[in-house]
T-cell receptor, first 118, second 113 residues
Framework: AQSVAQPEDQVNVAEGNPLTVKCTYSVSGNPYLFWYVQYPNRGLQFLLKYITGDNLVKGSYGFEAEFNKSQTSFHLKKPSALVSDSALYFCAVRDIWDSGAGSYQLTFGKGTKLSVIP | DTGVSQDPRHKITKRGQNVTFRCDPISEHNRLYWYRQTLGQGPEFLTYFQNEAQLEKSRLLSDRFSAERPKGSFSTLEIQRTEQGDSAMYLC???????????FGPGTRLTVL
């Protein structure tokens, strides 16, 4: 079974400061990991993904995330927060077995509301 | 607009009525997904199609729910005998390839009175 935990319901950060949104996961095999952002009254937008390779992945709007296999984490980061980054952020995982097969369903965390204070 | 589209965007119905939602994926995507999102929660997987074949179904998908993708293009999700607990945002997504991300549509918000 696959699961995702986002331990913080809300993160507040001052504009210009670095931000981190936390995510931990659990899978039976290997993880494909994703971050999505949801603005009010809008659909989910893809930010970045980790499939394989470098543990630090870069995505849209200056966001990046670091995959840590030993800690089963995939935290989202940005060096300097903008007020326009205020939104709901979701971490998601797919479980990929050693054979290369696996489910295509994404399991999402409950989301973290990011508020960037001017 | 070449993104995922969903119709209608909003649906209000009375308990016991049937409703049907439509999703048009990105044209070259062969995989199509349905999720349900309630307030304060992340999306929950309902079902997945590869071309016209329905390959995965969640236990959340009771026998009142049925989904089709008859020609491997658009998909419909029907809910029969709606209940108040069915009130949610129904999201459709599509993807192409094994490791690629899913692109989501704007959703259909269902309110069951």
């Amino acid at each position: 079974a696959q699961s995702v935990a986002q331990p913080e319901d809300q993160v507040n950060v001052a504009e210009g400061n670095p931000l981190t949104v936390k995510c931990t996961y659990s899978v039976s095999g290997n993880p494909y990991l994703f971050w999505y952002v949801q603005y009010p009254n809008r659909g989910l937008q893809f930010l970045l993904k980790y499939i394989t390779g470098d543990n630090l992945v870069k995505g849209s709007y200056g966001f990046e995330a670091e995959f840590n296999k030993s800690q089963t984490s995939f935290h989202l980061k940005k060096p300097s927060a903008l007020v326009s980054d205020s939104a709901l952020y979701f971490c998601a995982v797919r479980d990929i077995w050693d054979s290369g097969a696996g489910s295509y369903q994404l399991t999402f965390g409950k989301g973290t509301k990011l508020s960037v204070i001017p | 607009d070449t993104g995922v589209s969903q119709d209608p965007r909003h649906k209000i119905t009375k308990r016991g009525q049937n409703v049907t939602f439509r999703c048009d994926p990105i044209s070259e995507h062969n995989r199509l997904y349905w999720y349900r999102q309630t307030l304060g929660q992340g999306p929950e997987f309902l079902t997945y199609f590869q071309n016209e074949a329905q390959l995965e179904k969640s236990r959340l998908l009771s026998d009142r729910f049925s989904a089709e993708r008859p020609k491997g293009s658009f998909s419909t999700l029907e809910i029969q005998r709606t209940e108040q607990g069915d009130s949610a945002m129904y999201l459709c997504a599509s993807s192409q390839g094994r490791g690629n991300e899913q692109f989501f549509g704007p959703g259909t918000r269902l309110t069951v009175l």
